[in-house]
């Protein structure tokens, strides 16, 4: 799973510096960065981030500035972001650095930035990451004004058709104007979602059986058939030999 890393830092020099550090940490990272608070919540919001690197001074010439604290507390606000690891880069020290950890923060990095100290920090935080479980992750879809939380392990498969995602549950279905099937794989973390043909995703742990032969699946708590396409059936049959225990027909 690609682990997505956003770093918030005002100075073009020592962000373009993280970044590279950063890189260097783990294969396969997508890394967004951004010298601003308004760049940096709008990526948030589109994207699930995995670990914020956050500068706390992010207007320097303003007395007082604690804007990286404040852009942290913003995103505790989102519940896909209650437990999100946040690691500070600060000049602070003492007690102000004890006051980093009451905004819950996996760590903080002093400046000067230190390459060894950076990499270790994200290394830890990448781990624990690995590490959690996320069992009742939730996923939020927004129509006409209104935030649906839904369980991601309830969701049984989606669909995008003429610019609209559909999700399917066992006991409903909602429609998303204007949401690619793209953009929601990319919301969802913990849920493994294949594709059979060009539009469609199922999740996995929701797959009754396969009957190759005829191209279809059946899913578990729903009636509908789902179809492989030929384009993709043998790309889409690979991937189902990595869950072993499926039953295929």
């Known amino acids: 799973m690609k682990r997505k890393i956003l770093i918030l830092e005002d100075l073009d020099s020592s962000r373009a510096a993280l970044v590279k550090m950063v890189n260097e940490c783990a294969s396969g990272l997508k890394i967004y960065d951004f010298p601003d608070v308004a760049g940096a919540l709008e990526c948030a919001m589109e994207n699930r981030i995995d670990l914020f690197l956050v500068d706390i001074v992010l207007k320097p010439k303003e007395p007082n500035d604690f804007s990286g604290i404040t852009f942290a507390l913003t995103i505790r606000e989102n519940p896909n972001y209650a437990s999100a690891e ?134 578990h708590g729903i009636d509908t058939m789902i179809e492989i396409g030929m384009k993709m059936k043998d790309t889409f049959m690979r991937e189902l030999l990595k869950y072993g225990d499926i039953q295929q027909k």
């Open 86 to 219: 946040i690691v500070f880069i600060t000049t602070l020290a003492g007690l102000e650095a004890e006051m980093l950890r009451t905004v819950h923060c996996f760590d903080y990095i002093e400046k000067p930035i230190m390459k060894t100290r950076v990499q270790k920090v994200v290394r830890d935080a990448l781990l624990k990451i690995g590490g959690q479980l996320r069992k009742d992750e939730m996923v939020f879809l927004r129509k006409d004004r209104v935030t649906y939380p839904i369980a991601v392990k309830k969701i049984i498969y989606a669909e995008s058709r003429r610019r609209t995602l559909y999700v399917y549950t066992a006991k409903e279905t909602i429609d998303v104007p204007n949401l690619s099937l793209k953009k929601f794989l990319e919301k969802v973390q913990t849920a493994d979602f294949l594709m059979p043909m060009k539009g469609i995703a199922v999740n996995v742990n929701h797959i009754h059986y396969v009957d190759k032969t005829n191209r279809y699946i059946k899913m």
